[in-house]
C-alpha cells in the first residue's frame, strides 16, 4: 500500500499563486507515476498533471503555462506549483500514484481544496 498526503491547498484571489505537496509513504519502491488530479463541484475528476519517476510530464491543456509539477525521487514527493490561477481552478486537487501510466490511477490522496476567488 502507498499512503499520499496532500498540503499547501487554500484560498487564493484570481491571478494569484499556490503550491501544492504531496508525501509518500509505504511501498513506494515500485511507483512510477505520480500526478494531480482536480474535481470541482458537479463535475467529473480530470486529471491535471502527471510526472514518471523519469520527470517525463504531461499536462491538461486548460493549465499548461500556468502550473508545474515537479518531483523529488529522494524525498518521495511531488509538488504541484500553480500561477495565474484563473475561478475555473476552483476545486479539491488529489495527489495520487501509480505503478504504471494508467486511468485511473491506483492511489489517491484525501484530497486539498483550492479556491480562487474573482
Known amino acids: 500500500q502507498v499512503q499520499l498526503v496532500e498540503s499547501g491547498g487554500g484560498l487564493v484571489q484570481a491571478g494569484g499563486s499556490l503550491s501544492l505537496s504531496c508525501a509518500a509513504s509505504?511501498?513506494?519502491?515500485?511507483?512510477?507515476?505520480m500526478g494531480w488530479y482536480r474535481q470541482a463541484p458537479g463535475k467529473q475528476r480530470e486529471l491535471v498533471a502527471s510526472i514518471t519517476r523519469r520527470g517525463n510530464t504531461a499536462y491538461a491543456d486548460s493549465v499548461k503555462g500556468r502550473f508545474t509539477i515537479s518531483r523529488d525521487n529522494a524525498k518521495n514527493t511531488v509538488n504541484l506549483q500553480m500561477n495565474s490561477l484563473k475561478p475555473e481552478d476552483t476545486a479539491v486537487y488529489y495527489c495520487?500514484?501509480?505503478?504504471?501510466?494508467?486511468?485511473?490511477?491506483?492511489?489517491w490522496g484525501q484530497g486539498t481544496q483550492v479556491t480562487v476567488s474573482s
Open positions: 509505504g511501498s513506494i519502491f515500485a511507483i512510477n507515476v
Open positions: 495520487t500514484a501509480d505503478t504504471i501510466n494508467r486511468l485511473p490511477p491506483i492511489y
